[in-house]
């Protein structure tokens, strides 16, 4: 089992910036890749950002590249996800999640989640 707290949402006006974390306990293991999701009101969960703990390898939406940045602390087993020149349509519950190896943007192929924590961003 691995279990996943998030950490670091608010609110705050479009153009700011936050940055969230997820911390790691349990059966960490460094094949593992991490993903952060967010779901806003009546839409499908999607995916935002990825990494693959052992290579440092990335992947994000097309809509967030330049924008957020994902990273890992090993020593702390800690994601961040660094969010900045938010947009209102970045609103959204935001999850992180785990699994083994491959780095993938389909929600349902990760197998450990986070509580999820809320951004909020105004105009």
């Known amino acids: 089992q691995v279990q996943l707290v998030e950490s670091g949402g608010g609110s705050v006006q479009a153009g700011g910036s936050l940055r969230l974390s997820c911390a790691a306990s349990g059966r960490t293991t460094s094949n593992r890749a991490m993903g952060w999701f967010r779901q806003a009101p009546g839409k499908e969960r999607e995916f935002v950002a990825g990494?693959?703990?052992?290579?440092?390898?990335?992947r994000y939406k097309d809509s967030v590249k330049g924008r957020f940045t994902v990273s890992t602390d090993n020593a702390k087993n800690t994601v961040y996800l660094q969010m900045n020149s938010l947009q209102p349509e970045d609103t959204a519950v935001y999850y992180c999640?785990?699994?083994?190896?491959?780095?993938?943007?389909?929600?349902?192929?990760?197998?450990?989640w986070g509580q999820g924590t809320q951004v909020t961003v105004s105009s």
């Open positions: 990494i693959i703990w052992s290579t440092g390898s990335t």
């Open positions: 999640a785990a699994r083994s190896v491959l780095l993938i943007t389909t929600w349902y192929d990760y197998d450990y």
